[in-house]
């Protein structure tokens, strides 16, 4: 029998550091945005974070603009095989060395609104492990969204100590909610094959369908 189950690569991922550059384009009558990271290279030191500036870096890369996303930690246990969205490239942002790693769709908003989903080629798979605990959104309609990663960008004193406390700091749109919970057994997100669908809140916390 075959086990179609992905393959773990990478584990002890969690509290891992990363930074992140969103470089948005026109892509025909919508926008997307070309995602370079530090994951797997670097992380992320603070000193080389601080000498980046957009808008040079949007001018160098022919961007309509470009975001800092981050610096940001893994709330995930294991990452799986990564399938190359674009030719694999890695580029030197002023002494931070980074790849090319994902593709977001972006419609005709460039901007990063909260609670809004978005749509990530990223071609990953994560694993979250049994006895581990997970941070979710949750909507309306009872859909939950795992936390992936949270951010430092907005609330540098944010650790994963203080995720259980969160809901008391995200202004939440009606019918939403907030929890922490410890899984009964191991999650995987496989978005190797699928877009994903990925979502943020206020404090650029990111959060993943888990289903694609």
């Known amino acids: ?16 550091r990363y930074g992140e550059i969103l470089a948005v384009s026109a892509k025909g009558t919508t926008l997307e945005a070309e995602v370079w990271g530090t994951q797997m290279l670097n992380d992320c030191p ?4 601080d000498t980046l500036d957009a808008g040079q870096i ?15 930690y893994w709330v995930l246990d294991g990452l799986g095989q990564k399938v190359a969205v674009r030719d694999p490239l890695l580029r030197d942002f002023n002494g931070l060395m980074m790849r090319r790693i994902a593709v977001i769709e972006l419609g005709n908003n460039p901007r990063a609104e909260p609670y809004t989903l978005r749509r990530v080629n990223r071609g ?12 979710e959104l949750v909507d309306p309609d009872g859909v939950a969204y795992v936390m992936q990663a949270y ?62």
Not at 46 to 49: A, G, K, R, S, V
Not at 124 to 135: C, H, I, L, T
Not at 187 to 196: C, I, P
């Open 1 to 16: 029998m075959t086990d179609d189950r992905p393959q773990r690569l990478i584990s002890d991922m969690r509290g891992v």
């Open 46 to 49: 603070q000193e080389l974070w």
């Open 58 to 72: 949007a001018e160098e890369l022919g961007a309509l603009l470009v975001k800092l996303n981050g610096p940001r």
């Open 124 to 135: 990953a798979v994560f694993f979250f492990d049994a006895g581990s605990p997970v941070y």
């Open 151 to 212: 951010c430092v960008g907005v609330d540098p004193s944010l650790t994963e100590e203080s995720l259980p406390d969160l809901e008391r700091r995200l202004d939440l749109p009606a019918g939403w909610r907030f929890g922490t919970r410890i899984l009964d057994e191991e999650l995987v997100v496989d978005t190797s094959t699928t877009v994903a669908t990925v979502i943020q809140d206020e404090l650029e916390n990111t959060y993943t369908l888990p289903h694609g």
